[in-house]
């Protein structure tokens, strides 16, 4: 992912946007803080490659099982 002053992004907009449209990531400071992300909503880098997390994720016993009514009413809960 590659971080670039909004005026340096104003000086060749065409030149960033081809490499997002790439599949590049683009973060963009004003003042040198973070503002903006750019990312391609269509760019893939390929399927993942099954096995890819082997041995690093353990599925529980239970992950099948129904959740609990609390958890379930936590998910309709009211935002506040």
């Not at 750019?38 to 390929?46: E, M, N, R, W, Y």
């Amino acid at each position: 992912m590659s971080s670039i002053a909004e005026t340096e992004f104003l000086k060749q907009p065409a030149h960033y946007l081809n490499a997002v449209h790439r599949g590049e990531s683009l973060i963009l400071s004003t003042e040198g803080e973070p503002t903006t992300l750019l990312l391609s909503l269509t760019a893939s880098s390929g399927p993942r490659p099954f096995g890819l997390y082997k041995g690093e994720i353990e599925v529980p016993a239970d992950f099948n099982e129904p959740l609990s009514d609390e958890l379930l009413a936590s998910f309709a809960a009211p935002l506040s």
